[in-house]
């Protein structure tokens, strides 16, 4: 029989909007495993096996994107919006600020002196992914990624380590030239928001291998797809009408992590995978949340009617 890994969001953003009565089953009724460390990087690395202690994501995206990632080190640095408050800054947008390829080019064009000048070539893929290529052997501190930064102080995740002080020099440097650059008081004018820094996250080369126990990968996420890709294992968008095609022994992966409507993570998805567990067309289902939660969950499980199930919480 099929085995799936589905992907969640944290437990607890899907508790605030009002747990879903069959995940509310699963999670009473099914095997609770201890918690992972949390984190999208630490789900991402029970799932695909390669060589390194990080997620390369840039050097993942890159390759997607341009198809040049192999032999270099890579470092996102993606236009972003902080503002300013009577205490701090705040980072507030990183992969949205909805440049224009235009506006894009102009931007970089401003900024690639200071980063050329330093060693690390600015290399924009797409208005939303910019990219710097590092020389062989560059030491880099450690960079925050932005969903553990938006919102809030940007004290608290600035670069930590080898070399921090450079890069903390050169996000101000570029902080300085976006700031005065007329494409953001052009787009301030026009009360878009302006792209008035860059954020630095994803560190690290392209794995030359990378292993997985899945005969299908389904996901929008495109760190996802690419390691997927380099473990040779099909992978396509989710949808329910082609997810639940299931043959014998498939071993399949669901990533549903960016999914925030309750309502149609039920009816899309929990629902037709609970039919499937019913008929024992699934042999498991391993639920991995974003925040480290682990439960299994088998076709026998529900039948442990002595474990009570709490009332879902109003939406």
């Known amino acids: 029989m099929a085995a799936l890994t589905l992907l969640l969001p944290a437990l607890a953003h899907i508790e605030a909007a009002g747990t879903p009565a069959i995940l509310a089953r ?3 009724r099914g095997d609770r495993l201890p918690d992972a460390k949390p984190g999208h990087e630490t789900v991402l690395r029970e799932c695909f096996e390669f060589v390194g202690t990080t997620l390369p994501t840039a050097a993942l995206t890159r390759d997607l994107d341009c198809h040049d990632a192999s032999g270099a080190l890579w470092l996102r640095a993606d236009p972003a919006y902080a503002m300013a408050d009577a205490v701090t800054a705040r980072l507030l947008a990183c992969g949205t600020v909805d440049l224009s390829r235009d ?33 062989p052997g560059a030491r ?30 050169l996000s101000n ?3 300085v ?30 794995p030359e291998w990378v292993r997985a126990p899945f005969t299908r990968v389904f996901s929008n996420d495109d760190a996802v797809v690419a390691l ?12 329910p009408a082609v997810v639940f095609h299931i043959e014998a022994n498939d071993t399949f992966l669901l990533d549903l992590a960016n999914i925030r409507d309750p309502v149609a993570l039920e ?28 439960i299994t969950v088998k076709p026998a499980h529900r039948w442990r009617f002595w474990r009570k199930i709490k009332r879902a919480s109003p939406r």
């Open 26 to 28: 699963w999670l009473v």
């Open 103 to 135: 506006e894009s080019d102009e931007l970089a064009r401003a900024l690639r002196p200071l980063f050329g000048d330093a060693g690390f070539p600015l290399e924009p893929a797409t208005p939303t992914r910019w990219y710097l290529r590092c020389p």
């Open 140 to 169: 880099l501190p450690l960079f925050a990624a932005p969903e553990d930064v938006l919102g809030d102080d940007l004290m608290q995740h600035l670069p930590q380590g080898e070399n921090q002080q450079q890069w903390r020099h």
């Open 173 to 175: 440097e570029a902080q």
């Open 177 to 206: 030239i976006l700031h005065n650059h007329p494409v953001n008081a052009q787009r301030v004018q026009r009360g878009q928001m302006p792209a008035n820094s860059l954020w630095f996250w994803g560190a690290g080369k392209l």
């Open 228 to 239: 997927a890709r380099l473990a040779k294992v099909a992978v396509v968008a989710p949808a």
């Open 267 to 294: 009816r899309d998805w929990l629902n037709p995978l609970d039919v499937l567990l019913k008929r024992r067309a699934l042999y498991a289902l391993h639920l991995r949340f974003v925040a480290g939660e682990r």
